[in-house]
């Protein structure tokens, strides 16, 4: 089941997409440099009343983006995520309804350059997911690194991204009365680096965190896939082995976040820009896994789940590829 998308394709939409686009990818590559500018600027002009506060506040609230966050219905009401959203377009897709009774992990596939499947479809008023998903709340698991900025943590939190980290998604599935969702993009910084349109290379075999995580608080396992998600940008060649796959790796490892040198379209041109591609994005939620709760989950418990995910997540892209225009002959490459 998808509820039907019908974006405007005006002039003045057109240009209202581009926009609301042009700011998101903007919010990530500058706003965080902005922002610590402007902590600089009020320190090196002693407006200590402005900022001694607000420091003090970030050491109070250090802990909000694992637990919960603090999103605003008002920032995620923006009309601006109605038109980042009719951009490429996307849609979200439903193939089954879930017990609004039980707490689930969403693991989101692929990671693609930014993204903007998990965020359009999962933190904005706009999506679909209330329509088609009643009685749940979702939260959008994003790197803990991008908390750690002054001012930027305040934007980010609004939006509903919350910490990746093991005590965030505990805190979400602990949650009395089910209804809550996380949704983990289970390929995380690594995965950005293999995000090239038309492949299809998920970084998983090792990524079993997530199992135990459900085993743990019996949480049910859905896999979703986002089609379209690596036809956004290209990037600049990086086998392993490479200089720059060298480096970017070192950095992935150190920091938590990937450096793709990716580039697509402009605003006015579509040679080159930091401008994603218009591409459709499908984001299809697959079969819920049923895991029976185990406190102390062993080994073999771990990978017997993780084995069953995998097949799970095959037969996902398998059954809907054909639908969105994947050949029948491509496959899912695991790493």
């Not at 080994?299 to 398998?318: C, D, G, M």
């Amino acid at each position: 089941m998808m509820v039907e998308f019908a974006p405007l394709n005006t002039p003045l939409a057109r240009c209202l997409q581009t926009a609301a686009v042009l700011q998101w990818v903007l919010s990530y590559l500058l706003l965080v440099q902005v922002c610590i500018g402007i902590m600089v600027m009020l320190v090196l002009y002693n407006y200590w009343f402005l900022y001694i506060p607000y420091l003090a506040w970030f050491y109070y609230d250090w802990r909000t983006p694992e637990q919960g966050g603090r999103r605003w219905n008002w920032v995620q009401s923006w009309p601006v995520w109605k038109y980042f959203k009719e951009y490429f377009p996307m849609c979200l897709v439903k193939t089954q309804d879930l017990d609004p009774g039980h707490n689930y992990i969403f693991g989101f596939h692929p990671h693609g350059i930014f993204v903007p499947g998990a965020f359009g479809n999962f933190c904005t008023k706009y999506s679909d997911f209330k329509k088609l998903f009643p009685g749940f709340t979702s939260y959008l698991h994003i790197a803990k690194l991008w908390f750690c900025f002054p001012l930027f943590r305040e934007y980010l939190m609004s939006n509903g991204p919350v910490s990746a980290s093991k005590e965030s998604v505990s805190h979400v599935l602990s949650k009395d009365g089910g209804g809550n969702v996380s949704i983990i993009v289970l390929g995380g910084a690594k995965e950005a680096l293999e995000a090239y349109p038309g492949t299809f290379t998920l970084c998983i075999r090792q990524r079993k965190g997530f199992v135990k995580m459900a085993l743990t608080h019996g949480a049910s396992l859905v896999p979703v896939f986002s089609f379209g998600e690596n036809d956004l940008y290209k990037q600049i060649n990086n086998p392993k082995g490479s200089w720059l796959r060298t480096i970017q790796d070192t950095i992935c490892d150190s920091m938590g976040v990937a450096l793709p040198l990716m580039y697509a379209r402009g605003i006015f041109q579509h040679y080159f820009g930091i401008m994603p591609y218009r591409k459709l994005i499908y984001t299809v939620v697959g079969r819920p896994i049923p895991v029976q709760q185990t406190l102390n989950p062993t080994s073999e418990q771990i990978e017997e789940l993780h084995q069953t995910y995998i097949e799970e997540l095959k037969k996902l892209f398998n059954e809907h590829k054909g639908k969105y225009g994947i050949p029948e002959h491509e496959t899912l490459v695991f790493k």
